[in-house]
Nanobody, 126 residues
């Protein structure tokens, strides 16, 4: 079993930066691909970024390309989401999720993820 805990959220002005962390417990985490999702008030939860278990493949939703960077340190069982040039529309609760290896480098669909964190709030003021 894998448990995930996000941290690093907060209030930031537009144009600012935050780094989210997703700390995992469980020996199988290093073999999981990991995704970040977000849910804004009144909206569906959406995919943001994903990284393969070996960190050699990443994928981003178009709206964050060039601004967000996903990375991982398997020795620390931690995945990061560096968010730069933040916009008010980035305001949301951010969730990390882990997917057991099913043969793909990463996944964008929520149903492919087996483990979820509790979320961390990111608020970007204009």
């Amino acid at each position: 079993q894998v448990q995930l805990v996000e941290s690093g959220g907060g209030l930031v002005q537009a144009g600012g930066s935050l780094r989210l962390s997703c700390a995992a417990s469980g020996r199988t985490f290093s073999s999981c691909s990991v995704g970040w999702f977000r849910q804004a008030p009144g909206k569906e939860r959406e995919f943001v970024a994903a990284i393969s278990w070996s960190a050699d493949r990443t994928y981003y939703v178009d709206s964050v390309k060039g601004r967000f960077t996903i990375s991982r340190d398997n020795a620390k069982n931690t995945v990061y989401l560096q968010m730069n040039s933040l916009k008010p529309e980035d305001t949301a609760v951010y969730y990390c999720a882990g997917a057991r290896n099913r043969g793909s480098y990463y996944y964008t669909g929520q149903s492919m993820y087996d483990y979820w964190g509790q979320g961390t709030q990111v608020t970007v003021s204009s």
